[in-house]
Each structure stands twice: as structure tokens, then as C-alpha cells.
């Protein structure tokens, strides 16, 4: 089980930036990526990142606004928030797990280590 830790979340105004982190106990997974979930919603995957060759996904909601990417050598992962707005507002997870290049993606299965989460608010 890998231990995650997200941190950078806060409150912040619309059309401000925010770069979450998630620090990993180790790099044994092939695949993560970032959750987030807002009162009275379900989770909703964002994006994911294939480690073995840091290959990018995201769902269509996000695209041009998130940035996934990731440090090897630190354990990192990072989730770069662009032009927040405030439908953003919500906890925000990083999960890992094991996956091929296929598979790795919000809807699949394959997340078997989660951490507590950071939150992000947006305000107008």
C-alpha cells in the first residue's frame, strides 16, 4: 500500500492558479492520478498520469485548465489548476494504483491507495 499525501490546497478568488501536490511513500504503481469530489456529488476522476512513460489523460471538462506531472526522483505528483472557477470548488484526492498505458484513466478500476485529500474553495 502506497502512503499519499496531498497538500496546496486553500481559498482562493476565480481566475487565480493553484498547484496541488501529492507526495507518494513510493514509485511502485504504474498509474495515478487526481480525484475530486464536491458535497452532494460523487467523485469525479480529472486526470491521470501513466508512470512508465508519463503519458497524460484527462477528461474533456478540464482539458486546457489542469496540468498533470510528476517527479520520479521526489515521489511527486502534481496537479496544476488554471483560471479556477467556482465550480472547482471541492476536495481534491490523489490516488495510485497499478495499470497498463490502456486503462489508466478516471473511470477505470485500478486505484488501490488513496490519501485524505487537500480542498480547494473558490470564490467569486
Known amino acids: 500500500q502506497v502512503q499519499l499525501v496531498e497538500t496546496g490546497g486553500g481559498s482562493v478568488q476565480a481566475g487565480d492558479s493553484l498547484r496541488l501536490s501529492c507526495g507518494a511513500s513510493?514509485?511502485?504503481?504504474?498509474?495515478m492520478g487526481w480525484f475530486r469530489q464536491s458535497p452532494g456529488k460523487e467523485r469525479e476522476g480529472v486526470a491521470t498520469i501513466y508512470t512508465v512513460t508519463d503519458r497524460p489523460y484527462y477528461v474533456d471538462s478540464v482539458k486546457g485548465r489542469f496540468t498533470i506531472s510528476r517527479d520520479h526522483a521526489k515521489k511527486m505528483l502534481y496537479l496544476q489548476i488554471d483560471s479556477l472557477n467556482v465550480d472547482d470548488s471541492a476536495r481534491f484526492y490523489c490516488?495510485?494504483?497499478?495499470?497498463?498505458?490502456?486503462?489508466?484513466?478516471?473511470?477505470?478500476?485500478?486505484?488501490?491507495?488513496w490519501g485524505q485529500g487537500t480542498q480547494v474553495t473558490v470564490s467569486s
Open positions: 513510493s514509485n511502485s504503481f504504474t498509474c
Open positions: 490516488a495510485a494504483g497499478w495499470a497498463n498505458i490502456g486503462n489508466c484513466r478516471p473511470e477505470a478500476d485500478v486505484f488501490t491507495s
